[in-house]
């Protein structure tokens, strides 16, 4: 017996070309494209709107705006953007054309829960003294846009397992892929957990390393960049 397809995400276009006002477009396709050009995914006969204007990236069980035209006219919420993760109501804006992004059962934003970590160390005692608040940031896939910024707690792991702190839907990342600890200090320290694919920093691939502010660390097709922040 075939397999039923998990149902995904869509698109409604609210307002723009009078045929196409009220359609519902599934988002089936790893990329769907939209234009005014005919070859688009989503053909959108409005002068106002580029040949190659944008594309939706489906990326695990998440779908990201990106815009190809580079002219700062595509709009989520009425913010440009060049890559955006959408969430259940977002409002796309090309040209004259309104659209809007509707996520169901199937579909989930990136589970990178900051507030996993919390949860582990409410009610135990802080250091007074602590000054400096840790950060991984998440960077867009095409650019250095800030997607998801995680405060870090005293020990975190990192995988593809849901049990882990910082859950990364990829299947180039291992279920338990690193582990991310502070040292006596304030300092942190990223340990690869033998995983698969390896832990970079730098673009360098490490089993123990040491992280400095503005470090680049890639795990799978994920780009995080380590910040220390005075509170």
Same mark, same amino acid.
Request: net charge neutral; aromatic share 6%; with cysteine.
């Given at each position: 017996? =075939?397999?039923?397809?998990?149902? *995904?995400?869509?698109?409604?276009?609210?307002?723009?070309?009078?045929?196409?006002?009220?359609?519902?477009?599934?988002?089936?396709?790893?990329?769907?494209?939209?234009?005014?050009?005919?070859?688009?995914?989503?053909?959108?006969?409005?002068?106002?709107?580029?040949?190659?204007?944008?594309?939706?990236?489906?990326?695990? $069980?998440?779908?990201?705006?990106?815009?190809?035209?580079?002219?700062?006219?595509?709009?989520?919420?009425?913010? $440009?953007?060049?890559?955006?993760?959408?969430?259940? *109501?977002?409002?796309?804006?090309?040209?004259?054309?309104?659209?809007?992004?509707? =996520?169901?059962?199937?579909?989930?934003?990136?589970?990178?829960?900051?507030?996993?970590?919390?949860?582990?160390?409410?009610?135990?005692?802080?250091?007074?003294? =602590?000054?400096?608040? $840790?950060?991984?940031?998440?960077?867009?896939?095409?650019?250095?846009?800030?997607?998801?910024?995680?405060?870090?707690?005293?020990?975190?792991?990192?995988?593809?397992?849901?049990?882990?702190?910082?859950?990364?839907?990829?299947?180039?990342?291992?279920?338990?892929? $690193?582990?991310?600890?502070?040292?006596?200090?304030?300092?942190?320290?990223?340990?690869?957990?033998?995983?698969?694919? *390896?832990?970079?920093?730098?673009?360098?691939?490490?089993?123990?390393?040491?992280?400095?502010?503005?470090?680049?660390?890639?795990?799978?097709?994920?780009?995080?960049?380590?910040?220390?922040?005075?509170?």
């Amino acid at each position: 017996m =075939a397999q039923e397809q998990v149902p *995904g995400a869509y698109l409604v276009i609210q307002q723009g070309p009078q045929m196409l006002a009220g359609k519902r477009v599934e988002l089936w396709k790893d990329c769907t494209t939209i234009g005014r050009s005919r070859d688009s995914d989503i053909f959108l006969e409005d002068i106002t709107v580029h040949r190659k204007q944008a594309s939706i990236l489906r990326v695990g $069980a998440s779908f990201i705006l990106r815009d190809d035209h580079g002219s700062g006219d595509s709009l989520v919420n009425g913010r $440009a953007v060049t890559e955006q993760l959408l969430n259940n *109501g977002d409002r796309l804006h090309f040209g004259n054309t309104e659209i809007t992004f509707y =996520a169901n059962e199937g579909t989930r934003p990136f589970q990178l829960p900051s507030s996993r970590g919390r949860e582990l160390y409410i009610g135990k005692t802080t250091d007074p003294q =602590a000054s400096m608040i $840790a950060r991984l940031n998440l960077s867009s896939l095409r650019s250095n846009d800030i997607i998801r910024s995680i405060e870090l707690m005293p020990e975190m792991t990192i995988g593809r397992s849901r049990s882990c702190n910082i859950f990364l839907e990829d299947l180039a990342v291992s279920r338990l892929h $690193a582990t991310i600890r502070e040292l006596p200090g304030g300092t942190y320290e990223l340990v690869d957990n033998r995983s698969a694919t *390896g832990t970079y920093v730098n673009g360098q691939a490490i089993t123990r390393c040491t992280l400095r502010e503005g470090d680049i660390v890639q795990i799978g097709s994920n780009k995080f960049t380590f910040t220390l922040t005075r509170s």
